[in-house]
């Protein structure tokens, strides 16, 4: 009994006893490792696979050798992954890649999406803290005259806590050439229920950071927002990212027009392009009941001057979903993508919220064929001549007896 | 009918020959194709396919005739992602077809490659490639890139809390990208074009579990090896203090936290067993993926 209250003592306090230490590279982790226990409750045998335990040797094997299946074993398994291959290529070009369940993104329900981010709040000496940190954001990347709220919540071992924003700092990276040049900035952080923060006293402080308003205008890249916390009798820091596109390439007009096109409602969203090149653009489409049902997606060059983007409701994602118009666009966002840059985009300003809603269609006016193309049939192709070459070794292997 | 000269004859049959022994790479052939992850060291080689000392000994079996897909491993994922595109431009069009393995921050290189890069027309290329990595044109083109499925080793598609607590001073730009909040927002993850992702997730780590959520192989969490589409402490089942287990396959982990679309979990290291390191002997959680190309990239 003693023993498992000593192993559970030892669990619970497992973070206070490692040491947290600055980002390791992965060359540093290979000399850095100790060898410290880690307690926990008893866990199950490991899971059955084709993989060996630990300490597999880096020899030339086979795969008999290697995996300690037998060849007829093997022969099952690729045919088993080979028709997986196909049945889950075939199962996902039902629609086109640009026209989507919206239930496959569920990160990216709505625009602007950025997870939350929780770890230790991060102490001058290294050491690992009680105290945890959770930064919220509404949007990662923005552009112009926009603002981010950031929120900074705190936990401990005993539970919520109050973080004490003691200093608020944007600045440029390090790592960009401009971070010698474009000063820090105060940010301030507020619990006061006004200037962004949503509920007074609640021991989580807002702050809106518009980078435009702090010496960042001219400025295109990562801005970090650094704070020096207390928490619960301890000091440390922690940061939030964003990346800042200080003039937008495009801009969306809002004007959006509809053409029913071979069984598919496409929408043709206006842009007012500044700068040429490829742009990435997602958005969202709700049936008549307003639950989202499609997820499109653009990503086409488009030139200077007034231009619209096609992003269509593919026919049979309509009828699979049943779902019934008229249907709403909405969340629609993008960025000019620039090959081989960090940034890598410039961010188009998003439209948040209802951009279009269509006329009303009946079921029937939408195909319900399969979506097909070059590139789908090039890869069922692959995919059926190697479950024809699966099945043929196996057979093979059967028909000399394998055991 | 024409009936050729004896000597013109011979010639033929000599340069159809040399034409056959000299472009071995050039007909319709499947390829293994293996990119590393971080590598403050930056000691492999960009453009040399044959390079492998990031994962070990290169005579050791991977795959049906493996490249290795080496990149500075300190840069930014977009301003590297090119090796990755000319890897695939080179050995993953026309006829040719394509596994692909990916340990850590290749998670990334390939997952952007595919989400922005994936639908674009791209050159049909020779597989010989020059010493910038690159290979010739045939003068056709295609939509995409022929790729069968990927194995992710350790993937750090969904980014390390160690990148979000590091030290700015001395990070490089790769760290900035994995950061949580980076990687999870620098391209949509779900678009693979319809590519499987088989993750293969480690948990043999103990220095940095209190700054990695749930289980961890020491460098990265389940959130992101496990492909899982959002942030948080997921464990093994019957393991304590977490907010869910990561389940295999593509179920959600049992909090209800759905996996990225077209990833699926391929190994849970229930034993905890896997590292995050390939210690130059294709060692750590690189092993049961090696395995797995040696038994189903062919």
Known sequence: MGAALGALLLFALRGRLCSAGRVPSEDALLSDTPTRPKPTPASPPPRRSTNPGKGFPAAALDPAEESGLTPREIAERRLERARRTLDGYLQATRYPPVSRPLSERPDLQNARSVPTATQPLARADGKLTDAKVTLSQDRFFLVGDEAARLTVSCTTSEGPATCEVRRAEARVPPTMPQAGTIPPAPIRFYDDGRDGDPEAGDGAPTALFAPAREGFGGYHGPIGVELLLHVDGEDGTARFEVVYTPAAPARFTGVVREALEEGSLCMYVQMAIDKPGRYVLHARADDADGKGFAFLEFNEELGAGSQEAKMCLFGKLVRDEHVRSPFTLRDVEGFLLKEDAYPDRELVPALVGNVHTTKSYADSQFSDAEWQSEEKKRHVDEFTKDVAEAEKDLEELEGGGSK | ?298
């Not at chain 2, 500075?72 to 394509?98: E, F, K, M, P």
């Not at chain 2, 990070?171 to 993850?189: E, F, I, V």
């Not at chain 2, 209190?210 to 389940?222: F, I, K, M, S």
């Open chain 2, 1 to 298: 009918m024409r009936i050729m000269p004896r000597a013109t004859h011979l010639f033929a049959a000599l340069f159809a020959t040399t034409a056959l022994f000299a472009a071995s790479d050039a007909g319709a052939t499947n390829y293994t194709l293996w990119i590393h992850g971080r590598n403050t060291s930056q000691s492999t080689k960009p453009g040399v396919y044959t390079d492998f000392s990031y994962w070990g000994p290169s005579a050791t079996s991977a795959g049906v005739n493996k490249k290795a897909v080496n990149w500075n491993g300190v840069g930014h994922i977009s301003d590297q992602n090119y090796r990755v595109r000319d890897a695939l431009d080179c050995y993953c069009t026309g006829s040719n077809w394509c596994y692909i393995a990916a340990h850590s921050a290749g998670d990334l290189q390939i997952g952007y490659a595919l989400a922005l890069y994936g639908g674009t027309t791209r050159s049909v290329r020779n597989a010989s490639p020059g010493a910038d990595g690159k290979c010739g044109t045939t003068g056709s083109t295609q939509t995409g890139w022929n790729i069968k499925w990927v194995d992710v080793a350790s993937g750090a598609g969904g980014g390390s809390e160690l990148a979000n607590m590091g030290d700015w001073a001395v990070g490089d730009a790769l760290t900035t990208d994995l950061k949580t909040s980076n990687a999870r927002t620098l391209y949509d993850h779900n678009q693979t074009r319809g590519i499987w992702f088989y993750m293969f997730a480690g948990a043999k780590g103990t220095a940095y579990s209190g700054t990695l959520p749930g289980q961890d192989d020491e460098a990265v969490a389940y959130h992101s090896t496990g492909g899982v589409s959002n942030t948080g402490g997921f464990c093994n089942a019957g393991d304590w203090f977490c907010d869910g287990t990561l389940n295999a396959g593509t179920t959600a982990t049992s909090n209800n936290v759905a996996k990225w679309a077209y990833h699926t979990v391929e190994l849970v290291d229930t034993g905890e067993a896997y590292n995050h390191y390939s210690s130059g002997s294709w060692a750590g959680i690189v092993g049961p993926v090696r395995t797995d190309m040696v038994t189903y990239a062919k």
